[in-house]
């Protein structure tokens, strides 16, 4: 028989620590009594074939040539195989990313130069081997959670490094749920996966500050924008949340306008109905009259409110409508103090009309009606305390004339009318 030849062994290298499981092709095995790795037997062989021997092998440094003996003699062959030095990990930057996978992460460490594989929790990863010192690879989808990444060279697997994977974050509640388009409001969100947040934003514009107080709660001031509906996302290293969710909808409400209040006047006593018309009036919180809420007020649609004045000193008080899109612009009402008689002359009269009746008091100027009784009379303005009246016909004796503005009625005064002497 002729002595053992060994023409190759798959792999070629392995740890220094040994163990590598060796296949050793050549001829003549059988009956081998010995495998060696340069001088170190075998942890363990078994001959397969004349041809195959399966090999552990022991450990070792450097390369050192494969041997086979038997009972013929020891293969003389240059067969070498490598002990290499296992990788070593010291970093990995960034340390998280989405579940959904595609973070680049930037290993670091020693002896990377040979690596064959990367994993992220037992799933292979892309890769490339920058140097001996550092490896990019990017991250494959995994469950939230860390996971231990490991890299594999032909000198064994590395230590592990944690990198863990983070839902993206999910916003599920937005309050108060609108705000000024002017921006300004402070905004508390609720959701889930809120650490690390790095940005949040009312339909694509940054919010003017935020403060992550939870994994589940940001207080954001939101920033100027358009009215209307605007989607609010929060962007943290796990992706972005959902802008699509009707829960993070924050809405925007233009500034109201007035355009008129009808009537124009009323009375210091309160009580006048006035309809406001004017612009974005929907949402209304608050109807004012130089800052004193009025006693009601209706909402009746976008462009008009039905409100009730409150009392009020004579003068003219600016009428103001708050939504939450902000208080808008003033509009004048004028407070009348109701009228006064203090005299009338003449203070009779005969029973057929046409006497002409002068009466003075205060806030006479918007003078709308004078009565006689329960007769009106042709009446005209003459000042704010004065107005003269033709006394209407009527039964002798006496009658109360009052006098009518947008204030209200006035006390009564005693008109007489005396029958024409008989013939």
Do not use: C, W
């Not at 109201?256 to 006035?274: E, H, R, Y």
């Not at 909402?299 to 902000?326: C, E, K, L, N």
């Not at 509009?331 to 003075?360: D, I, K």
Request: glycine share 14%; hydrophobic share 35%.
């Amino acid at each position: 028989m002729a002595a053992p030849v060994v023409s190759s062994v798959s792999p070629q290298q392995g740890p220094a620590s040994g163990g590598t499981t060796v296949i050793v092709t050549g001829t003549s095995f059988t009956g081998a009594t010995t495998v060696r790795f340069g001088s170190k037997p075998a942890t363990s062989f078994t001959v397969n074939s004349s041809t195959h021997i399966t090999a552990v092998s022991p450990s070792g440094t450097g390369t050192v040539n494969v041997t086979v003996t038997t009972s013929q003699g020891t293969s003389t062959q240059q067969v070498p195989f490598t002990y290499g030095t296992a990788p070593s990990l010291t970093a990995l930057t960034p340390t998280q990313g989405p579940v959904s996978g595609g973070t680049s992460v930037t290993l670091t460490g020693t002896s990377l130069s040979g690596v064959t594989g990367v994993s992220f929790g037992g799933t292979p990863a892309s890769f490339t081997v920058t140097s001996s010192t550092q490896i990019t690879a990017v991250a494959p989808p995994h469950a939230a959670g860390g996971v231990p990444v490991t890299v594999t060279a032909p000198g064994g697997t590395s230590n592990a490094l944690t990198f863990t994977y983070v839902a993206a974050p999910s916003v599920t509640g937005l309050s108060p749920l609108q705000g000024p388009s002017t921006g300004g409001t402070t905004v508390t969100l609720t959701g889930t996966g809120f650490t690390g947040a790095t940005a949040v934003s009312f339909g694509g514009v940054p919010a003017t500050s935020f403060t992550v107080i939870s994994a589940t709660q940001i207080t954001a001031v939101a920033p100027p924008h358009a009215a209307g509906t605007a989607a609010v996302t929060v962007t943290t290293p796990a992706g972005t949340s959902n802008p699509d969710n009707p829960s993070a909808y924050f809405f925007y409400a233009a500034l109201p306008s007035l355009t008129a209040v009808t009537p124009g006047s009323g009375s210091t006593a309160g009580g006048t109905t006035v309809i406001l018309t004017g612009n974005d009036l929907l949402g209304a919180t608050a109807v004012s009259f130089d800052g004193v809420p009025a006693t009601s007020f209706t909402v009746d649609s976008a462009t008009q409110i039905t409100a009730v004045a409150p009392p009020h000193a004579a003068g003219t008080a600016a009428v103001t409508v708050t939504t939450p899109g902000g208080t808008g612009n003033p509009v004048g009402y004028v407070y009348v103090a109701a009228p006064t008689l203090v005299s009338l002359v003449p203070g009779q009269g005969p029973t057929h009309a046409g006497t002409v009746v002068t009466l003075t008091g205060t806030g006479l100027t918007t003078t709308t009606e004078v009565r006689f009784g329960s007769t009106p009379a042709a009446f005209t303005v003459v000042s704010p305390t004065q107005v003269t009246a033709v006394a209407p016909a009527g039964s002798a004796g006496p009658v109360g004339v009052t006098v009518t503005t947008a204030a209200g009625t006035s006390n009564a005064l005693t008109y007489t009318r005396v029958p024409s002497p008989g013939i």
